[in-house]
């Protein structure tokens, strides 16, 4: 065994601690009130990775007048394998916010071991997988007196639940800092537990406000209703004709772009260990799935767009009752994209769509709040082939190559503009509850995921 498995198991409940008080952080992204708090955890990560033996250690500013808000980037590298590959490792250390508050069995920034699981809002997304790949580096260098096998740079960023803008005006500049031959993100879910898994697509998405104003101030809804137009009302007749019942999205030309899978992946997945009725029973727990007919739940969710209304705002929602037409109505609505749709182009159609089903009295605005692309990574590369051989030592299985209907925008930024392939090794599990109350990491999954990403560095150094 390499002693610096040896070492991260022997230190795995000293790991566990230590990402507990990551975890306490409430690092939410989202939430100007927790703007310290996000900072805080990047000084905690900083701190770590200069511990470790990491140099060069920094944060690396993103609030701008351009980008006003943002949140620090950790940088941290370790530079003496002459000869060997730089790995860049991404993860990223803000959270999303917790509510509902009263549906979590123990507090979001309480973690609590139940069931062999570590509960907290960060555990699985993605402070726990993150990190694992500071706790995999702290074992190779504790393994290997100081050295590693590899050269290493770490980037970690505070702003990927609300888009990454940060992270992707710096990968732009195309800075020296971070030349790299690949990228390690551990980000995403193995398809089933036990089952080693690399993704190799992500969607993409625009989020958006559509905000629909009537009268030029709320009024009285006895004296004006039935002559002042609702914007609520309006709202609802917009959404409405977004999608058709059967899921399909109604935006002329959405699907124009769109690059099916190829037939050796759709069999692929044909083959992947799926129980749709357990998924619905067990993951949504709805009486039915939606999408549109003759496309599998993989493919609805892999490789078709989607379109989510997520929230809207506006009017009177507090207690008892209070008649007035608002002025005003705000739709958040989500449109995830597929290869080869682009942000810029869906964004033009869905804006030139809303104006063109306006009901009668009525204005909308239709605003970005951020986007990303889709992604497609290539799997035929060194770096591919030393991860599912890592993994089939560590899990003793074959890797199984999903994609993901998730979106880490800046995957593909590494692609485009530092020309850096990804391995997307990720270890939550479909049962995990990101983004929703009672967020998990399976602990074991905590541990092997450090076992992996050591192997993986090892064998990709050797
Ligand atoms: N880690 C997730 C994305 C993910 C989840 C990938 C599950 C694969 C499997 C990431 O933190 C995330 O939630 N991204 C956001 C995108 C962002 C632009 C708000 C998302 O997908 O909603
Ligand atoms: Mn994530
Ligand atoms: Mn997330």
Request: with cysteine.
């Amino acid at each position: 065994m390499s002693s610096a498995i040896d070492f991260a198991r022997q230190h795995q409940s000293r790991f566990l601690e230590e990402l507990k008080a990551l975890l306490r952080i409430p690092s939410v992204s989202t939430d100007p009130a927790h703007k310290a708090d996000v900072r805080h955890a990047a000084e905690v990560l900083a701190a770590e990775l200069k511990r470790i033996g990491l140099e060069n250690v920094r944060l690396i500013e993103t609030d701008t007048p351009a980008h006003p808000g943002g949140h620090p980037l950790v940088y941290a590298d370790h530079l003496h394998a002459p000869g060997k590959p730089t790995a860049l490792l991404y993860g990223h250390y803000d959270v999303q916010p917790p509510d509902p508050l009263d549906e979590w069995l123990s507090p979001a920034f309480e973690p609590t071991e139940r069931n062999g699981n570590l509960y907290a809002r960060g555990a699985v997304d993605d402070k726990g997988q993150m990190y694992m790949h500071v706790k995999a580096l702290e074992s190779l260098l504790v393994a290997n007196n100081g050295q590693l096998p590899l050269n290493v740079r770490v980037l970690l960023e505070g702003e990927e639940e609300v888009g990454g803008e940060g992270i992707a005006t710096y990968v732009a500049s195309k800075p020296a800092d971070l030349a790299a031959d690949f990228a390690l993100v551990s980000d995403t879910e193995m398809f089933a537990p036990g089952l080693p898994t690399l993704c190799v697509g992500l969607r993409g998405m625009i989020y958006t406000e559509i905000e629909v104003r009537g009268a030029k101030t709320d009024l009285h809804s006895g004296m004006y209703g039935g002559a002042a137009p609702n914007p609520f009302v309006a709202l609802a007749q917009i959404i409405a004709r977004l999608k058709d019942e059967s899921g399909r999205i109604l935006i002329p030309g959405l699907y124009d772009k769109i690059i099916p899978p190829s037939p050796e992946e759709l069999a692929a997945w044909q083959s992947l260990p799926f129980d749709e009725e357990h998924y619905r029973l067990t993951e949504v727990g709805s009486s039915t799935l939606v999408g549109e007919p003759g496309y599998s739940v993989l493919e609805h969710t892999w490789a078709r767009p989607t379109l989510d209304v997520h929230g809207i705002m506006g009017g009177f929602t507090g207690v008892g009752a209070k008649t007035v037409i608002p002025a005003k109505a705000t739709a958040k609505v989500s449109i995830r994209l597929v290869p080869a749709m682009t942000p810029t182009e869906t964004f033009a159609q869905l804006s030139s769509y809303v104006q063109s089903i306006l009901p009668p009295g009525v204005e909308a605005q239709v605003r970005l709040i951020h986007s990303g692309d889709p992604c497609l990574i290539p799997v035929d590369n060194p770096y591919v082939r030393a991860a599912t051989a890592a993994l089939h030592e560590v899990w003793a299985k074959e890797t199984v190559f999903i994609r993901s209907g998730g979106s880490i925008p800046i995957v593909g930024d590494f692609a485009r503009n530092l020309n850096l392939p990804s391995v997307m090794m990720g270890f939550g599990l479909p049962d995990d509850n990101l983004h929703a109350p009672n967020e998990k990491f399976l602990i074991s999954n905590f541990y092997l995921g450090i076992e992996s990403i050591i192997r993986f560095l090892e064998l990709v150094g050797a």
